[in-house]
């Protein structure tokens, strides 16, 4: 599928944005890149069969997420910091790896809930407001496929709870994501 076929499946291509919502799309954009290197930063773990294998699949969606997200926003409405994600992501996504499957789904488990939660935060304000209904449709096809990446991890986790550290953990990712996004939907 080439950027344009994939556009139109996420009926992505005749949408402006909002005024409201530009520091929202410049955090999802800026998400997305992260999300794209966190997986980019797996995949070095080659040697880990089942981490080489969730990280393409799911590097393939965050791909796409990017791709609908770079139509959808004008480069000089991007975050400046892009770089800065891209390391974020990159760091994230290879050290957690590095520390072995388990703790890697706990780590997309964590990201990939606070990315739906975020996005269900903007369709929610776009459904209040009643406006742009395109825009909705767009995000809302992404908040799904988080929601597989989020339920992917959690299955491939395994039954056992989360120990003490991996919680920790979770909430780290969490409250840090929290600030990325601030910073994210400033510059
Ligand atoms: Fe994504
Ligand atoms: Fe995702």
């Not at 992260?34 to 981490?51: E, P, S």
């Not at 990159?90 to 789904?105: P, T």
């Not at 003490?164 to 996004?181: K, Y």
């Amino acid at each position: 599928m080439n950027n344009f076929e994939l556009i139109e499946k996420y009926n992505a291509s005749d949408i402006s944005i909002p005024k409201n919502m530009f520091g929202w799309m410049r955090s999802n954009h800026a998400g997305e890149t992260g999300a794209v290197w966190i997986y980019l930063g797996a995949k070095c773990i080659f040697w880990n069969k089942k981490i080489k294998v969730i990280s393409k699949e799911h590097y393939q969606t965050e791909k796409n997420h990017l791709i609908i997200m770079n139509h959808l926003l004008s480069n000089k409405s991007k975050s400046k910091l892009l770089i800065f994600w891209r390391i974020l992501g990159f760091s994230l996504g290879f050290i957690s790896a590095l520390l072995g499957y388990r703790f890697f789904c706990v780590t997309i488990q964590s990201v990939e809930s606070f990315v739906e939660q975020h996005y269900r935060e903007q369709i929610e304000f776009l459904y209040k407001k009643s406006i742009s209904f395109d825009l909705l449709k767009v995000l809302e096809m992404c908040c799904d496929e988080e929601v597989e990446h989020q339920n992917d991890a959690k299955m491939q986790k395994g039954l056992d709870k989360n120990s003490v550290f991996e919680n920790m953990w979770s909430n780290l990712i969490g409250s840090g994501s929290n600030v990325a996004v601030n910073v994210s939907k400033l510059i």
